[in-house]
């Protein structure tokens, strides 16, 4: 579902159905659900027992990753699609307005809303959100 809007060597790998597609989904299946279990941690009684420390870091590292990586696709993709910058490769404009307007864009909204959690969480010493 929605594969045609991913392009590129993720939707090959995704459409070949082998064994290192299915391992590489659930890892990040895996990875996706542990940043969202830790994200949810701030605001939950349960989080206090992984420690302060420990949620500040690792929320605060994936918020930084998730912004730069979702901010810089969706920077890039847009001026290549307002033809300011032309790509070396031949680009397929259905799955780069996905990846601008959806895709990459979930990712930059995503970092920037943990940010503003892991920064409220900070200004609170010793309580959850």
Do not use: C
């Not at 659900?33 to 420990?54: I, Y």
């Not at 920077?75 to 990846?99: C, I, K, N, Q, Y």
């Amino acid at each position: 579902m929605l594969l045609d809007t991913l392009g590129g060597a993720f939707e090959e790998l995704a459409r070949e159905r082998s064994l290192g597609a299915l391992a590489l989904g659930t890892a990040v299946v895996l990875l996706k659900t542990t940043a969202g279990l830790l994200a949810l941690a701030l605001v939950q009684l349960w989080g206090a027992r992984l420690g302060r420390r420990l949620l500040l870091i690792a929320n605060g590292g994936a918020s930084a990753v998730l912004v730069v990586w979702g901010g810089a696709n969706v920077l890039v993709g847009a001026l290549v699609l307002a033809d300011v910058v032309t790509p070396s490769a031949p680009v397929h404009e259905r799955e780069l307005r996905w990846h601008v307007l959806f895709w990459d864009m979930w990712f930059l909204v995503w970092g920037l809303t943990l940010a503003v959690a892991v920064v409220l969480y900070r200004r609170q010493p010793g309580r959850h959100l």
